[in-house]
């Protein structure tokens, strides 16, 4: 026994708890909106902070205290506390892509069905998508929404062989697995002339997504319907799916069936969670959180449908190229990355 390797892991432990408990800190300081009225003002006390927002004093100091222990916020001394800007723009800018607030929110709904998949741990069962919290459909939004809105109409689109002309001059796309419609409303904002339908088998999801296209004034270009990845129906010149395939329980049968519902010379797009394909390379802060994710919302998701081949969030590209290919697809090639994803382009 190391005395010495093992003090420190039960460092590292309590640090582990802190960062669990302090993910429910951002959460709150979102949902209060104590993160945003801090946000430029600089040094405040728990007293103005709770008068800005509409909340107890003794609450928001315990709070701030909290975050400040976490090293989120800083301690100015005298019972004075500020949100650095650095720190600002990660916490309270859903347009950078730098925003974690998403992330945040879905690993606390995450967290809530724990009991639940320990029951599936032992069942070998699944646990269906919309069965979770609502902070795991609204977070997921949240969480990738950023990457899209920074990437996907200036990086990736132009990134795939043709198809931003073809969107230009109005195309036929698919949006598999859409959940709420980000993806989707981002697409048709950005290319007016094309017509996108979006894709989801949870009905719940479908039905914010008309909304939020209603909101945008997007509906006479988008429209959202509840169908799975193995029975969408239409003829597309892009069929995309935004970090969903490994959540499906069939991925090579959704694979085929986007070849089958593509246009002569069709393109598929994949957005998937950065990976390694080897498990030693996805041994780091971002792996964890993959790993972690897929544990609890992933791997139960696919297994909780036909087929549950179970891929996960870390399945890699080598795995993703074998299921495409196997599909139907020639050609498997990435695109483009960021340190959260990998894009990937097929062609039939």
Not at 23 to 31: C, E, R, S, T
Not at 124 to 140: K, P, R, S
Not at 232 to 259: E, M, N, Q
């Amino acid at each position: 026994m190391d005395e010495t390797q093992m003090t420190e892991f039960a460092g590292q432990a309590v640090a582990d708890v802190g960062a669990l408990l302090g993910g429910a800190m951002v959460v709150l300081g979102d949902k209060l909106g104590v993160c945003r009225a801090m946000a430029g003002t600089g040094s405040i006390t728990s007293a103005e902070l709770a008068a800005r927002t509409g909340t107890a004093e003794r609450y928001v100091r315990e709070w701030l205290s909290a975050q400040a222990a976490r090293g989120y916020l800083s301690y100015d001394g005298g019972g004075r506390f500020s949100l650095p800007d650095e720190h600002a723009v990660p916490l309270t800018d859903e347009t950078s892509p730098a925003c974690v607030i998403g992330a945040f929110e879905i690993a606390l709904g995450s967290v809530y069905a724990t009991d639940k998949i320990a029951e599936r741990f032992r069942s070998g069962d699944g646990f269906a998508w919309g069965a979770h919290d609502e902070h795991v459909l609204h977070g997921c939004e949240r969480f990738f929404r950023p990457g899209y809105l920074n990437n996907l109409a200036s990086v990736w689109i132009p990134a795939l062989d043709g198809v931003e002309a073809k969107l230009a001059a109005g195309a036929r796309v698919a949006d598999v697995g859409c959940g709420h419609g980000a993806s989707t409303l981002l697409l048709a904002g950005a290319y007016p002339a094309s017509t996108i339908v979006g894709f989801d088998a949870h009905d719940g999801s479908i039905e914010a997504a008309r909304k939020r296209a209603a909101d945008a004034g997007l509906t006479g270009r988008v429209r959202f319907e509840v169908a799975s990845a193995t029975t969408f129906s239409g003829t597309y010149d892009l069929v995309r799916f935004f970090d969903c395939l490994h959540d499906i329980g069939d991925p090579a049968g959704a694979c085929a069936h986007a070849r089958d519902r593509l246009a002569p010379g069709g393109t598929l797009m994949l957005i998937e969670p950065f990976a390694d394909d080897d498990i030693v390379g996805n041994l780091n802060p971002v792996g964890a959180a993959y790993y972690g994710f897929s544990t609890l919302l992933c791997t139960p998701s696919s297994l909780s449908q036909e087929v549950g081949t179970a891929l996960g969030a870390q399945g890699g590209e080598a795995r993703l190229r074998e299921i495409v290919t196997s599909a139907g697809f020639a050609t498997l090639r990435r695109v483009a990355q960021t340190p959260f994803n990998i894009v990937l382009e097929a062609r039939a």
